[in-house]
């Protein structure tokens, strides 16, 4: 491979002989590293080329790391161990970078002194870290370097989403069933049995929405005990696909099976699994106008999972799919129920299975959860 290529920032790299002659330069400065030491944040030192040649105790403890030495030469999401980092030729250089807020301000602090972004990172075991960034330049011993301090803001910003998230989702319906209720009354007969059916939909939403979130807030906290049980997976997917179906009509939208869907026995945590499925099937909904068409599709995929697909043609933005399982993110801002997050949380965590998702022109928008059987 090409160690020149890129996608987003440079990936040229110092040698580690000049990394370590750096972390010299800084480690025989006490005083500055007693300050760093005592730092509050988690700090490191890096040379323009983004790489680690000084790290505090506190980032590394974070990254569960014991020497510092082990952290020499490499980049903050290599540190951390980034689903990205692997990527073409490593942290800065993927495609899915150029979203990324702690990038950006350590190329932007070279140009403006400093700068502060946040930034979502995810490892590859799905860990995921909310980050504050503040990168600075300083020069020692005439040599330039950043200064890059990291604050944890990770249950600060996923209890404000999902607050924003719950109060938002159970006014929108409470308004809703408020609506009905008024003018019920006051219509012909004919007319009242569709606004009633509606009616049932919402009270069974707002139901669905207070559960959904409730269950976040378990599983968030490691608190959840899964319940294993054999599952037939066409009469599970009918069954979550029902509940979705009258609302779907009543929005002039269809949800259908696919025909050559099958039929397999698997064991799975029911309660888990339909949520994530619920949410699938809702936002694929949401997501399209009136007279749309949303496919559901069920087989034993070529690698022996078990693949349970939701399609709809709206294509999703490509700025939006960089950021898909961010857990403070969404295509729909406040409007988004459970979210993508909790769907990846909870498959991954608890369901041995993985969640991912396909948009593009042509083809529209397919998200998988994969199952083993």
Do not use: W
């Amino acid at each position: 491979m090409d160690n020149s290529l890129t996608c987003f920032a440079s990936a040229e790299r110092s040698p580690q002989s000049e990394v370590l002659r750096q972390h010299q330069l800084i480690a025989d400065n006490k005083d500055l590293v007693i300050f760093l030491n005592c730092a509050v944040s988690m700090l490191s030192v890096l040379n323009l080329n983004r790489q680690i040649v000084f790290a505090n105790e506190k980032i590394l403890k974070k990254a569960d790391i014991s020497d510092v030495h082990a952290a020499l030469g490499k980049r903050i999401g290599e540190l951390f161990v980034c689903r990205h980092s692997s990527e073409v030729n490593g942290c800065g250089t993927s495609s899915h970078c150029s979203a990324c807020g702690a990038i950006r301000t350590m190329l932007d602090c070279v140009k403006t002194i400093e700068a502060i972004e946040e930034c979502s990172l995810t490892s590859d075991q799905s860990v995921t870290l909310d980050l504050k960034v503040h990168s600075t330049c300083t020069m020692v011993h005439g040599e330039e370097f950043i200064i890059c301090s990291l604050f944890d803001i990770g249950n600060e910003k996923r209890r404000g989403v999902m607050e924003r998230i719950f109060f938002h989702d159970i006014m929108n319906t409470i308004n809703g069933i408020s609506g009905i209720a008024h003018v019920l009354p006051m219509m012909e007969s004919e007319k009242q049995s569709n606004y009633l059916s509606y009616l049932t939909r919402l009270t069974q939403s707002l139901v669905d929405d207070i559960q959904s979130h409730r269950l976040l807030a378990v599983v968030e906290k490691n608190e959840y005990r899964a319940t294993m049980r054999q599952i037939s997976s066409l009469d599970f997917v009918r069954e979550e696909m029902e509940k979705y179906r009258k609302l779907a009509l009543l929005e002039a939208k269809e949800v259908r099976l696919t025909d050559d869907s099958e039929d397999h026995d698997f064991v799975s945590d029911k309660t888990l699994l339909s949520c994530v499925l619920d949410n699938m099937i809702k936002n694929a909904i949401e997501a399209e106008p009136a007279g749309a068409l949303i496919e559901v599709d069920v087989r034993i995929a070529d690698d022996g999972y078990l693949r349970i697909s939701v399609h709809n043609d709206t294509v999703i933005q490509e700025t939006d799919q960089l950021q898909m399982f961010s857990p403070s993110f969404s295509t729909k801002s406040d409007k988004r129920r459970l979210g993508t997050y909790a769907m990846k949380l909870f498959t991954e965590k608890y369901l041995n299975g993985t969640v991912g998702f396909e948009s593009r022109e042509g083809k529209g928008t397919a998200f998988t959860i994969r199952l083993p059987v």
